[in-house]
């Protein structure tokens, strides 16, 4: 099956024995009954598992050319349970310039439990091995990382993972799998923020696992039913929803985010512009490689370089919604410095190039006409 066919079939085979609904019904029980102690259809309590949770888990583990997939309350309810295979005195690698959200449950969940935590450049995928010994258990890659569009070379990381035999996980939340397929490409996770472009209306929070090793998968269900991060059945209907439009939107996504960042770039009181389709982007051959396109998300600063002139700006716009989050089929602007990206320590924010003056863009599928004039008037 390719892959529009599957965001659409994958994963759905025998939907509804009873009365041959196309859509799994909404199973709202926590309960199911048994006729024997034991003896149950394969459901026995919610929180192990739904039918409804697993009709788009199996969807979730199609998209990603995944064998099992896991659904979670949210994008950092997936991450904790990835971060729960580990113990005290591990060590884990991981992008320094990534989700804010993902960089607080590191440092001030995990590492209080005793694992180390090693954030690094790995635009250069040689600067990894340096950091490795023999506490390492995983690399944790963001890619295109958020705010700052950077580019990490996914199989070439994932070569490094598999020299030393540590695991690599990929959030895969900007590009999705319509982009960018990172098990393909060697990982052996790859995890989503569903609350984004998966679930795609900005109606439900929600993340996901997806892998490959039915032992890591065993691992991750017994850890998803221990710690009990799981997400319901109504948004696990809201999101199987979104995932049969997940390639028509994400196809606008692209086209729209092209034509703004070629706007922006032109636009005299703009400075960078943050877009992996550039050619002359540092990172456009790893993006052109791993990506069959470069999505609707692009970061840009203002000519003054000031606090100031960045929240005009996004203060002034009408079209697109000043608003955290991303993903949905309505255009945000966000200024990471104070939203998104507000809980990392401002030297480290700088140092990753989340300045003051920076507008995060989340492009949506609206006439690409009314965003360009919208953010002609903003920055006017
Ligand atoms: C939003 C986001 C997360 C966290 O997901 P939630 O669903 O908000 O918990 C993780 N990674 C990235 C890249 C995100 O954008």
Redesign the pocket.
Known sequence: MKFNTKTIHGGQVNIDPAYGSVMPPIYQTTTYSQTTPGGHKGYEYSRSANPTRTALENALASIENGEFGLAFG??????DAVLKLFKPGDEIISTSD??G??YRLFRQIFEGFGIKFHFINMQDASNIEGYINNNTKLIWV?TPT?PMMNIIDIAATSKIAKKHNILMAV?N??ATAYLQQPLDLGADIV?H????YLGGHSDV???SLVVNDRELADRLYFIQNASGAICGPQDSFLVLRGIKTLHIRMQRHCENGEKIARFLRTHPRVGKVYWPGFEDNPNHDIAKKQMSGFGGMISFTTIEETLESAVKVVENLKVFTLAE???GVESLAGHPASM?HASIPEAERLKTGVVDSLIRLSVGIEDEEDLIEDLKQALG
Do not use: H, P
């Open positions: 949210s994008g950092l309810a997936a991450i990534l989700y959200g993902s963001e958020n959030d939340t900007f995890m923020s569903a609350t984004k929070v929600m993340g989050s991303l993903g998104t």
